[in-house]
Nanobody, 117 residues
Framework: QLQLVESGGGLVQPGGSLTLSCTVNLDYYSIGWLRQAPGKEREGVSCISSDGSFTDYADSVKGRFTISRDNVKNTVYLQMNSLKPEDTAVYYC?????????????WGQGTQVTVSS
């Protein structure tokens, strides 16, 4: 039974950085980060293959966010740099592939990221 737990959210100023962590109990799944901002539909942010060889990013975060994983620690990371107020959202990790929320089956509970001065 795959289980995912997000952590690392918080309040940061515009231009700041934050790293999210997703602990997973199984390492042979591809994992994505998705987010839902207030009043908006859930959207894909990034995803990574089970061995970390392949990654993908939404255009809105390319060059600013980096996804990685450490299968020894059973953790998937999302390093977020140059944060903008529009990055404010609840961030979820989930099992699946791509940038479409409907392609994900098992989800974590989410962690709040707020970008504000």
């Amino acid at each position: 039974q795959l289980q995912l737990v997000e952590s690392g959210g918080g309040l940061v100023q515009p231009g700041g950085s934050l790293t999210l962590s997703c602990t997973v109990n199984l390492d042979y799944y591809s994992i994505g980060w998705l987010r839902q901002a207030p009043g908006k539909e859930r959207e894909g942010v990034s995803c990574i293959s089970s061995d970390g060889s392949f990654t993908d990013y939404a255009d809105s975060v390319k060059g600013r966010f980096t996804i990685s994983r450490d299968n020894v620690k059973n953790t998937v990371y999302l390093q977020m740099n140059s944060l903008k107020p529009e990055d404010t959202a609840v961030y979820y990790c989930a099992e699946g592939w791509g940038l479409l929320p409907q392609m994900y089956e098992t989800w974590g509970q989410g962690t709040q990221v707020t970008v504000s001065s």
